[in-house]
């Protein structure tokens, strides 16, 4: 125990972790989670079992909690006051990108998260487009195509694993979305398989080190060697036969750093990887989830198809804004999220000592922030274990309050793809409960924390029969193919950055504050329109829906394009106000 113990203080002094704190006065270091062990401290526990160990450590000590894994000081935080705090607080001070790096074999060498802050933010501007709302909204015609073709060989009926069904379509819907139709089209099992053994490879154990000559580690590698291969043999053919095609891989090929450098063919690999990761697990596991849970519900599985048979009868067309009208489906959805959050946890890392109420968070310090846990808070979510969609329907709207609902994350680097995700989940179930009927053919339902995304243990089978008389017809369906003509509004409203036609409220240096300055705008009827820079990522919904009020700057944020809605204007703003991906958007009527 004594060679134990001189080894764990050596280890401590040569990654600093035993350097001693100083506590300003009137602070304190958070309360470290009981157990641990000599040199290792909770790394059992954090590889074996962490979403366990979070739940204790919230269990112990509640709003927050210390632990140590190996060499590294953590800090579990939980609770919309933690949250906000750490979500809001600038990359200079919580990094994501000190922690994500276990992404690096992943997306590769000097891409996104492993790349200087120069390049990394030159990148994300590349990714982008492929997220922004006007191309989220035209991928649907995709999603439903494909959900037509997988379920065309169904036949009247049958049994499925449906876990394994979802996360084949939906890589049959990245690959089309992301990498253009030809991939898609000459793509067999090995894309599934291969990007299957990339997904494997990220788990908690690559946070303390994420090349270990492990198995799983093994396959990830080989298989992004693999991907590489498969995309540049698309990308060598269309330069060669002078090609073009319309999807996020030609707009990568297209793509230029600020010094005129093309991207390689590993950098525009791991771009796609970066937009597939944003998309795809969600819609996979989010999908199979939300029909377990509907299955589980009867009664709510009954309002869902009546709903879906209501929206879409007379063979009305699977649209944009007829998906917004399921508004049933989409609380069945966020409902889902709160009980299985894909992530499990997200992380950022101290560069700089942090304070957050009372408690001193020192540099270095990694911070642990799980949806999971905190979406069980009785507090914030009365009845946690309840599968209840009403929760985030009026008067109740329990996910109202700031950063208590986190399923995609929150602040500057919420999920880019969330309203795309929300928006094809309920796509592809519109069109499977409008034309079957589901029940659960008895395996056990558990989830699957083998990785950082969470969803059910396979094999989760279940058996299905044809409706009668189906409330979403195949031609309805199709139909989708003319959303991009009903977006047309859209084109028109995205100025050029730089022309000077569009006011820009530029963001102020990043500080440790906990929210920026809102900027205003008032109508004849005293309503007040708040933009929160900080949130904004730049989806351009809102520029969408009232093109007359938002615009978009050449910071590639929204701005006020009239400082003064009118009447008229008013049911628009609040249309984009309300759809929002990042809520960016608040409205306060004056008396």
Not at 70 to 97: C, I, K, N, Y
Not at 319 to 339: D, I, P, Q, S
Request: net charge neutral; proline share 7%.
């Amino acid at each position: 125990m004594q060679v134990l113990q001189f080894i764990d203080r050596a280890v401590g002094r040569a990654i600093g972790r035993d350097k001693k704190v100083t506590v300003p006065a009137g602070l304190r270091l958070p309360p470290l989670l009981s157990g641990g062990l000599p040199i290792i401290g909770h790394a059992s526990e954090f590889v074996t079992g962490a979403i366990q160990l979070l739940f204790r450590a919230h269990r112990e000590h509640g709003e927050i909690a210390g632990l140590n894994v190996f060499h590294r000081r953590m800090v579990a935080v939980f609770g919309p006051d933690a949250q906000e705090a750490v979500f809001r607080a600038p990359d200079t001070v919580l990094s994501p990108a000190e922690a994500y790096k276990i992404m690096t074999p992943v997306f590769g060498k000097g891409i996104v998260y492993d790349a200087p802050p120069d390049k990394q933010a030159e990148q994300f501007k590349m990714l982008l487009p492929a997220l922004k709302d006007k191309r989220m909204r035209t991928y649907g015609e995709a999603v439903v195509q494909e959900t037509e073709e997988s379920v065309r060989a169904w036949g009247d009926s049958g049994t499925l694993d449906f876990v394994e069904f979802c996360r084949v379509l939906t890589n049959f819907t990245s690959s089309r979305c992301l990498l253009g139709r030809e991939f898609r089209e000459g793509m067999n099992d090995e894309f599934a398989s291969v990007y299957h053994d990339l997904e494997m490879g990220v788990t908690p154990l690559a946070y303390l080190n994420a090349h270990l000559p492990i198995p799983s580690f093994i396959r990830r590698d080989r298989a992004r060697v693999r991907l590489v291969e498969m995309i540049t043999r698309i990308t060598e053919a269309r330069r060669r036969e002078k090609r073009t095609g319309e999807d996020f891989l030609q707009t990568l090929m297209d793509a230029r750093y600020s010094d005129g450098r093309n991207l390689t063919e590993d950098e525009i690999t791991g771009l796609l990887l970066a937009g597939m990761f944003a998309g795809h697990h969600t819609s996979s596991v989010t999908t199979a989830w939300t029909m377990i849970e509907l299955l589980r519900s009867p009664a709510m599985l009954q309002r869902a198809i009546a709903e879906v048979d209501r929206v879409f009868a007379a063979g009305r067309a699977v649209n944009h804004a007829a998906l917004r009208e399921l508004t049933f489906l989409e609380n069945v959805v966020k409902e889902t999220l709160r009980l299985h959050p894909p992530l499990f946890m997200l992380v950022r890392v101290a560069q700089q000592d942090f304070v957050f109420k009372e408690w001193l968070i020192p540099k270095g310090t990694w911070i642990l922030i799980s949806p999971t846990v905190s979406h069980r808070i009785p507090e914030i979510f009365p009845h946690p274990e309840t599968f209840d969609p009403d929760r985030f329907a009026p008067p109740r709207e329990e996910d109202k309050r700031d950063f208590a609902y986190i399923a995609f994350g929150g602040g500057r680097h919420k999920c880019l793809g969330n309203a795309f995700a929300i928006l094809q989940i309920k796509a592809i179930l519109a069109l499977l409960l409008g034309q079957y009927e589901f029940e659960l053919a008895g395996d056990p339902i558990d989830s699957d924390f083998h990785g950082l995304v969470v969803g059910p243990k396979v094999p989760c089978r279940l058996r299905y029969d044809r409706r009668a008389h189906p409330s979403v017809t195949i031609a309805g369906a199709t139909a989708l193919a003319k959303l991009a003509d009903e977006l047309g509004v859209a084109t028109h409203s995205e100025t050029e950055p730089g022309k000077g036609v569009c006011p820009v409220a530029h963001a102020a240096p990043e500080k440790a504050a906990p929210a920026p300055a809102p900027v205003t705008a008032q109508t004849p009827q005293r309503l007040t329109v708040m933009l929160d820079k900080d949130l904004c990522q730049g989806h351009a919904v809102c520029v969408g829906e009232a093109p007359e009020v938002f615009c978009i700057g050449d910071d590639g944020k929204v701005a006020l394009r009239s400082p003064e809605p009118t009447p008229e204007q008013l049911p628009l703003v609040r249309t984009a106000a309300k759809f929002c991906p990042t809520r960016a958007i608040r409205l306060s009527d004056a008396t």
